[in-house]
């Protein structure tokens, strides 16, 4: 089916009453321009145009805007080293926390904490600790349930040589006095 060739119809602007197309010469074009666009847009093809890349501006503004506060602002996922199970790996630190405890002015008790951490039997430190320094010790089990073990008497001048003598595999780094509350290194 042919198109029928359409009479030519004369339009006149619903703001300022000329013939649409004589706008322009009227006295508001300005005012004029969203009713053109709304009721003859074939017109006027420019102000397509311009509202085209009015609406542009807008959308490509608000894409930056939403790429910045979606992109920069996204918090970095942890690096968190996971076991094949799933669960995450919290390594302990690898270290010896010695402690001298007053219980009264004449007892003194040292605790040794964390000789298990460097593949150390603690019955065995123990019963070594005890024969070294002729004096009683034993292993306990600490306020988080942790195994450690006390040795009666203020034995932490000469502890550390003798941990580090008699097993190797704990360095002097790795060996901590707690002291006032506050963790000393040994070494
Ligand atoms: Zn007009």
Redesign the pocket.
Known sequence: MAEKPQPVRVLY??????P?E??EF?P??E??KP??IQNVPDLYPDLLKEADVKDADKVSDQLQSTSISGGSSKPKQEEVKRLPGGKIKKKEKQEVIIEKMTRNKRKCITTVKGLELFGVKLSDASKKLGKKFATGASVTKGPTEKEQIDVQGDISYDIVEFITDTWPDVPEAAIFFIEDGKKVPAA
């Open positions: 602007c619903g703001e300022c009453g000329l649409a004589y706008c009227g508001d074009f005012k004029c009713w053109l």
